[in-house]
């Protein structure tokens, strides 16, 4: 048994998909199929139930693949405590990112970025912050983009920078003629949110004052989607400045209104793992992101 064979196991165990598994580990999928049955071999038990239609699997590899986890993850941390020691700034960093943050922040860092640190590698993953922490904690990603403090002791945040929200109207909604939008006209408005899952959703419904989506027959998934359903009338939305700010309308038919100061913003964080050995990697980025002018 080596780590190459436990990473198959784990890709297996993540997609419960042969293709996919051999897929995410660059193999052919023979390859992969073969690394597992010798290791069922060697081992002496089954690990997947393998059907035409489904992987699924088997009580002994649930009990072995939270050790594989560990024993990969602790494998890694030598390497990448041992290229920390020889050149912090160099070699591959994961970055996870949020979905309503990733498409506007990244394209702005990545020049700065490669001229700090020339012989950075990133590997980026979007996903939503539970999901980006998870892989945090499965030492699967390094550093993530979140604007949320995480639950828990084991992750550290720096906090980057402040990033208000500003209204997007339909151009003949009731508000259109308002210069700023005010704590009253936020909390009456007909808000679109984004679907379970996506922290934006939250601070747009802490920031109106209201329990749940108004409009629960909407699940948009995305940022640009809710956008275009403004375009077409179905309500107002509040966008992150990143987002809008440098479009002269988010999309067409639409309005940007500025909120009162403070009514309603995210703080951008830079999450790591508190036993993360490249530290000053993290804080090179986290300097590097500060002295931008992003607004």
């Known amino acids: 048994m080596n780590l190459r064979d436990l990473r198959y196991l784990i890709a297996v165990a993540d997609h419960l998909h042969f293709g996919n598994a051999a897929e995410a580990c660059h193999v052919s999928q023979p390859t992969l199929s073969g690394q597992i049955r010798k290791l069922e071999e060697m081992l002496g038990t ?12 088997t009580p ?69 912050t539970d999901q980006l ?10 550093v993530a983009l979140i604007a949320t ?3 828990g002791d084991d992750i550290q945040t720096l906090a980057l ?21 005010g704590e009253v006209e936020l909390t009456t408005a007909d808000v679109l949110v984004l679907a379970d899952g996506h922290c934006l959703r939250d601070q747009t419904l802490s920031a109106c004052k209201q329990p749940g989506n108004p409009r629960a027959d909407f699940r948009a998934t995305s940022l640009e989607m809710l956008l275009n359903m ?15 700010a440098d479009r002269p309308v988010p999309v067409p038919g639409t309005l940007l209104r500025p909120l009162s100061p403070r009514l309603a913003s995210r703080t951008v ?16 980025m986290a300097d590097m992101i500060r002295g931008l002018e992003l607004f």
């Open 60 to 128: 002994a590899a649930e009990q072995i693949i939270p050790l594989a986890r560990a024993a990969v993850a602790q494998a890694d941390a030598i390497v990448s405590m041992a290229q920390g020691w020889r050149d912090p700034l160099a070699g591959s960093l994961r970055l996870g990112v949020i979905p309503t943050l990733g498409p506007y922040l990244i394209p702005r860092i990545l020049g700065p970025l490669r001229q700090r640190c020339p012989t950075l590698e990133l590997v980026l993953w979007e996903d939503m």
């Open 161 to 181: 920078f402040d990033e208000p929200f500003l209204m997007v109207l339909p151009e003949n909604h009731r508000l259109a003629g308002e210069a700023v939008i």
């Open 46 to 57: 089954v690990l997947f139930e393998r059907t035409n239609k489904s992987v699924q699997l």
């Open 149 to 151: 403090v995480p639950d």
């Open 230 to 244: 403004v375009a077409a009338g179905y309500g107002c939305t509040l966008a992150p400045a990143l987002a809008v």
């Open 133 to 142: 922490l998870a892989r945090l904690r499965r030492h699967e990603l390094d």
């Open 269 to 284: 964080r830079l999450a790591f793992r508190n036993s993360f050995p490249r530290r000053q990697v993290v804080e090179v």
